[in-house]
């Protein structure tokens, strides 16, 4: 089993329809979460961070982490073709060390 | 304020050779990170330092070598190489322990191709 996995999509949504991203992991003693978009040819750039179980919103962005069932999710609303980018789940346990997923494709159609 | 800087943006190794990946930092930040990305896939975490000195594995170690001898610079060896090692290659750094939760900054890439 993979420590983190995400499903690759790609997840093809409708402008301002929502987003929904979903990832699992497999450390029960993961203590941090975030979620990293990247565009294509680009770095990773962080765009949403999460520690404690429930929602967090920032903008158009909401984390949610639900720690006795081992996922965070990520919803976009409104979404806008600018937001069409591969989002990369990663969680750190022990250390600083963050174990990233494989990415899920987002395409966001006009 | 440059943030992490990698060196260079590309290269093309022939099979065999050897090249060093340069990765500097200016955030003072304690651990520096080295990660491949194969196309259309997450990241592999390859070798990570927690400060001057110290360095340590991490899921692709084999075919690569790691120094630190400065907080700053966290230079990466690529020893004989491979077409196994045709990947983007990021580096990132943070403050680590000891500051809750901090996020990775990540350089720009190099992109490398062993022909």
């Known amino acids: 089993q993979k420590e983190v996995e995400q499903n690759s999509g790609p997840l093809s949504v409708p402008e301002g329809a929502i987003a929904s991203l979903n990832c699992t992991y497999s450390d029960r003693g993961s203590q941090s979460f975030f979620w990293y978009r990247q565009y294509s040819g680009k770095s990773p750039e962080l765009i949403m961070s999460i520690y404690s179980n429930g929602d967090k919103e920032d903008g158009r962005f909401t984390a949610q982490l639900n720690k006795a069932s081992q996922y965070v999710s990520l919803l976009i609303r409104d979404s806008q073709p600018s937001d069409s980018a591969t989002y990369l789940c990663?969680?750190?346990?022990?250390?600083?060390?963050?174990?990233f997923g494989g990415g899920t494709r987002v395409l966001v159609k006009p | 304020n440059a943030g992490v800087t990698q060196t260079p943006k590309f290269r093309i190794l022939k099979i065999g050779q050897s090249m060093t990946l340069q990765c500097t930092q200016d955030m003072n930040h304690n651990y520096m990170y080295w990660y491949r990305q194969d196309p259309g896939m997450g990241l592999k975490l390859i070798y990570y330092s927690v400060g001057a000195g110290i360095t340590d594995k991490g899921e692709v170690p084999n075919g690569y070598n790691v120094s630190r001898s400065t907080t700053e610079d966290f230079p990466l060896r690529l020893e004989l190489a491979a077409p196994s090692q045709t990947s983007v290659y990021f580096c990132?750094?943070?403050?680590?322990?000891?500051?809750?939760?901090?996020?990775?900054?990540f350089g720009n890439g190099t992109r490398l191709t062993v022909t």
């Open positions: 990132a750094s943070s403050y680590g322990e000891g500051r809750s939760n901090s996020p990775l900054h």
């Open positions: 990663a969680v750190k346990a022990a250390g600083n060390k963050l174990t």
